[in-house]
């Protein structure tokens, strides 16, 4: 029998977050990026819950998975920015930019990351394209716009002389406080 794919189907219930981005066309093109990442990266449903946060900075197993990882970033991101919104009375469209890009943060992770039986080493292309490239590259091909790529390609230290949008600093923000979190209780 052939592995289980991840579709467009069942997508939502592997990250029901997506349901939270309002723009259909923009959860489209969320949908397609994260489709092209996993096929590209040979992840289906037999093996995605094998894929990690990190290979080699998390020891504790039951918290290292990337498919958890995202979802509370967006959680936190999402509660952030709703928090503000609602303290000064604004509503703007960067809430869907955040959930977005919160969402699509490490999409990259799903090509730096290989797996050989249960084991998950570095691809041969993680030295040359980090996973903030790698991403901003899956997510550029799926037609997803700039200040989404620049929350992408500026997440992790790649961005560190970058300029940075509210959004970016979110997003980036939640990613710090959900991994110090988890390497917190080693
Ligand atoms: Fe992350």
């Known amino acids: 029998m052939g592995k289980k794919m991840i579709s467009n189907?069942?997508?939502?219930?592997?990250?029901?977050e997506i349901?939270?981005?309002?723009?259909?066309?923009?959860r489209h093109q969320c949908i397609n990026a994260l489709l092209d990442?996993?096929?590209?990266?040979g992840w289906n449903w037999d093996n995605i819950y094998l894929c990690p946060v990190?290979?080699?900075k998390v020891s504790n197993r039951d918290m290292n998975h990337q498919i958890d990882h995202v979802r509370i970033v967006i959680k936190i991101a999402i509660s952030m920015y709703d928090l503000l919104e609602e303290n000064y009375k604004q509503n703007s469209d960067l809430r869907d930019t955040i959930i977005a890009g919160a969402l699509l943060h490490d999409i990259g992770k799903f090509i730096e990351f290989t797996l050989k039986g249960d084991t998950v080493s570095y691809s041969d292309s993680a030295k040359l394209i980090r996973h903030p490239l790698g991403g901003a590259i899956i997510a550029s091909r799926n037609g997803i716009c700039d200040e989404i790529l620049h929350i992408i390609?500026?997440?992790?230290f790649e961005?560190?002389?970058?300029?940075?949008t509210l959004a970016s600093m979110i997003v980036k923000a939640a990613d710090e406080i959900a991994f110090k979190y988890i390497k917190e209780f080693e």
Not at 19 to 26: A, D, V
């Open 9 to 16: 189907q069942n997508i939502e219930v592997l990250l029901p």
């Open 19 to 26: 349901n939270l981005i309002s723009s259909e066309k923009l």
């Open 37 to 41: 990442a996993f096929e590209t990266g």
């Open 54 to 56: 990190s290979i080699n």
């Open 153 to 156: 390609a500026t997440h992790s």
């Open 159 to 164: 961005g560190r002389e970058s300029s940075e």
